[in-house]
C-alpha cells in the first residue's frame, strides 16, 4: 500500500467500526455508515451557516479549532433561558452533546475539524 497525501480541506475521511479509514468525496448530511471527519476553512458567518442550529441525533460531536477561533452555542433546552456557549482558540476542542441543537460563531477567520456521526443531522433556520 502507497501513502498518498489526503486534502482535509476538499475531501472528508470516514471510520468504520471494523476499523477502516478511508477518503471520500466531502458530505456533510445523507445516511452514511460511521464517523466522519471533516476540516473546514471558515472566513465569514455565512461559512460557519451561523444562521442555522444545527443536531445530531446519532451521536455526539468533536469540535476542534485549529487556527483562528470560534464561539459555540447550546440552544437553550428550556424555551427563554440562557443559551450556553464556549469559546474556543487555536488547539481547543470541545464535545457537543448528542441531540443538542448547536451553532457556531466566528471570532476571526478559522480552521476547524468536525467529527461526528452524520445520520439523521438537521439543520434549522434560526431567528435572528
Known sequence: MQLTPIDLFARGVR???DGRVFDEPRRMSGDVEGWTM???HLESAADAHADH???HPSGEELVAVLTGGIRMYLRPETPGADEDSITLGPGQACIVPQNRWHR???DEPTDMMSVSLRHGSLLERRDL
Do not use: G, K
Open 38 to 40: 471533516a476540516v473546514f
Open 53 to 55: 442550529w444545527e443536531i
Open 104 to 106: 457556531i460563531e466566528l
Open 15 to 17: 471510520m468504520l467500526t
